[in-house]
């Protein structure tokens, strides 16, 4: 969803008490004032003013005027945001202000804020503030683009992404920027959905606890020669937690949280689990390599990995999947043209490739030889 054209507005859209400072031939001077905020403009004019000005192409006027808006005292600034301001006027503010909580609080309610600019404050904004936003049903099913953008944010109560994803089936919204949006709406049927509450609920917070840490690290320690793989030590707790997750908090932990967390999540029993993992926005080429490599996930996965044309350019991952004994015989031989000879006479005495891929990569060798 589009946010509003970026400031400095057109001369023409400003109100036009402000023109006279901020038109294009106005005295330096005079709009080195406005930008300080030393001129006879008050309340909504003078943060507009002030927003139009921080974006002049004047640096030092640009600079002023951006220190004066930072600088404005709450009482000041708070009513200017909840008044009827032009659209990229919110927008520059919710740009500016996105730490601050008091600020978009009042945007958010602000009936004349764009719905792209919702959507990005509710991208990022803290837990409270997600749940202001998200008790306005009206505003959601005709702007799904929020809804997206508050199942995406980490700090968004997994309760309520439960809510947003019921409230979307059940008014036939279907949530095209969240991948595994099918598979949640099925794995919430029957559920018992929680009303907002005032406090986060306990799986809330345990689900937090799951996207605190971050971590890209991979959790499988993988024995090259065995090729066994045994998880790390500092990893169990985040493995415990997992398996206790409901199937609707693991499919949106797959989106929202760190690569440990998907390299767990993609050797689910669940399908839809799974799924949700390996194609996840988030998901990376370093770590679809890791994965490729693995003999716990199913061979669905390693097809798609093997699919995945972005993917299987990396020749990491090409050779990771052959040698893989789960990759389909099919995906295998599409990359043996691609492997380096001493890989291709790895792989025809390996004993855990299928005898087809053995054959064909002997077969290559042969041909490379006589040439």
């Not at 839809?272 to 890791?290: W, Y």
């Not at 350019?313 to 040698?323: G, N, P, Q, T």
Request: glycine content about 4%; proline content about 7%; charged content about 25%.
């Amino acid at each position: 969803m589009e946010r509003p054209a970026a400031l400095p507005l057109p001369i023409d859209a400003m109100p036009e008490a402000l023109r006279r400072f901020v038109a294009a031939d106005a005295p330096g001077p005079a709009k080195m004032m406005a930008a300080k905020g030393v001129v006879p403009v008050k309340g909504g004019d003078l943060v507009t003013l002030l927003a139009q000005l921080a974006a002049d192409p004047d640096e030092k006027i640009a600079a002023a005027a951006a220190g004066t808006l930072d600088g404005l005292p709450p009482a000041v600034l708070l009513p200017a945001c909840a008044a009827a301001l032009p659209e990229s006027v919110l927008d520059a503010l919710a740009d500016r202000f996105l730490e601050r909580d008091d600020v978009l609080e009042a945007l958010v309610q602000n009936a004349g804020i764009s719905s792209g600019t919702v959507a990005f404050v509710a991208r990022y904004c803290s837990e409270s503030l997600s749940e202001l936003i998200a008790v306005n049903q009206q505003r959601l099913l005709a702007a799904p683009a929020i809804v997206e953008a508050l199942y995406k944010n980490k700090r968004t109560r997994m309760s309520t992404a439960d809510r947003l994803i019921e409230l979307c089936a059940r008014n036939g919204v279907h949530l095209d920027g969240i991948p595994s949006f099918e598979a949640h709406v099925e794995a919430i049927q029957g559920q018992l959905i929680p009303e907002p509450t005032d406090e986060p609920l306990p799986s809330d917070l345990a689900f937090a606890e799951c996207i605190a840490d971050d971590d890209d690290e991979d959790p499988i320690d993988r024995d090259p020669v065995e090729g066994t793989e045994t998880l790390k030590e500092k990893f169990k707790p985040l493995s415990f937690r997992i398996r206790e997750m409901t199937s609707s908090e693991k499919i949106r932990l797959a989106l929202v949280g760190d690569a440990a967390a998907r390299a767990l999540l993609v050797r689910d029993v669940n399908k839809q689990v799974a799924f949700s993992a390996i194609s996840s926005p988030s998901m990376g080429e370093n770590e679809a390599a890791a994965i490729a490599h693995s003999k716990e996930v199913s061979e669905d996965i390693i097809r798609y990995i093997g699919n995945r044309k972005e993917w299987t350019k990396s020749y990491e991952v090409k050779r990771a999947l052959v040698f893989n004994p789960k990759c389909p015989v099919g995906v295998s031989l599409r990359f043996l043209t691609h492997l380096r000879p001493n890989d291709l006479k790895a792989l025809s005495r390996s004993r855990g490739v299928p005898n087809p891929v053995k054959t064909a990569a002997k077969q290559r060798l042969d041909k490379k030889a006589s040439n």
